[in-house]
């Protein structure tokens, strides 16, 4: 359908000219400060502006499982508690960087500037990367009482001329070429799916969990908590996992995910991965934010649209 290349939001944590801002690079170089076992793609980038520390965060406390406990654990504990301050978090900016395989494919990375807001939840989405998705801008506003609101979305070039649409967020046409709704996106919907994963993860064996101090994600120092199921069961989404925790703002900013090798003594595949970028917490948005209204964005209606054509 011609509205599908431009409704693409992301979640699933998450790219973008509309900013004063110059996209981030990748470069190939390896940006770990131990190296984690060959189980997967090693992840390398540049840049990323330093965002301010919310009061409450500090260094991930990441301490060894004990005893006869799941390795698990310590990961669901930091996590627990982790939901705690990212809920006192008003809302925050940054640069998603998403790439997702879907229906077997490894789609490209896309670059999306991203406002959220936690309440009323909220999420304005403007692609920078790649060029056939730029410029294209998706709004979504929760309807009351956390009720699922409409979307909106417009696209760029000759998809001008079906102007601002409004879209079922779960719907075919906005899932298209996507993991998860927009009703997902974000830091803290990434968290409560962790927690959700690993509690039905500890009720089996066969994990294997190590911390890794000093691992970059650009210029950023965090900690990675890769997470490792070595044999395929029914009962495991994946087969590495790799959670990247600022150690400042002790908040996810990366997670990867692989599935098993597609043949024996191959490399494991990627599933999806989300970064983000230039993260700047609790900038105040208002309605305006988030608004199709807004004069700095592109929304317009059908009939403004075929008027300039």
């Not at 992301?10 to 390896?30: H, K, N, Q, S, Y």
């Not at 803290?188 to 509690?199: P, T």
């Not at 994990?207 to 994600?217: L, N, S, T």
Request: glycine share 8%; with cysteine; proline share 9%.
């Amino acid at each position: 359908m011609m509205l599908q290349a431009f409704v693409r939001p992301l979640t699933g944590l998450v790219a973008l000219a509309w900013i004063a801002f110059e996209v981030c690079v990748l470069d190939g170089r390896p940006a770990w400060g131990q190296t984690p076992p060959k189980s997967g793609v090693q992840p390398a980038y540049r840049m990323a502006e330093r965002s301010n520390p919310t009061p409450e965060n500090s260094r991930p406390f990441l301490a060894a499982a004990q005893p006869n406990e799941h390795p698990l654990m310590p990961t669901l504990r930091w996590a627990h508690e982790g939901l705690k301050n990212l809920e006192k978090i008003e809302d925050y900016s940054a640069v998603v960087v998403k790439q997702e395989r879907i229906d077997g494919k490894l789609n490209e990375p896309e670059y999306i500037f991203t406002k959220v807001r936690h309440r009323p939840f909220s999420a304005y989405l403007r692609f920078l990367k790649p060029d056939e998705l730029k410029g294209q801008e998706t709004i979504y506003l929760a309807g009351p009482n956390g009720a699922k609101g409409k979307m909106w979305g417009h696209g760029t070039g000759v998809r001008k001329i079906f102007g601002t649409v409004p879209l079922d967020p779960t719907g075919p046409i906005a899932m298209s070429g996507n993991r998860y709704p927009i009703t997902e996106i974000g830091i803290l919907n990434l968290v409560r799916r962790l927690v959700e994963v690993g509690e039905k993860d500890i009720q089996y064996g066969e994990c294997e969990v190590k911390f890794y101090p000093g691992a970059k994600i650009n210029d950023r120092v965090c900690t990675c908590i890769q997470v490792v199921h070595p044999t395929a069961r029914s009962n495991f989404l994946f087969h590495v996992a790799r959670i990247f925790v600022d150690d400042e703002l002790n908040l996810p900013i990366r997670y990867e995910a692989y599935d098993w090798p597609a043949k024996p003594g191959g490399p494991p595949e990627l599933t999806e991965e989300y970064t983000y970028l230039n993260l700047k917490l609790n900038n105040h948005f208002t309605d305006a934010d988030f608004d199709i209204r807004n004069p700095e964005y592109g929304f317009k209606s059908q009939r403004t649209a075929r008027r300039e054509r």
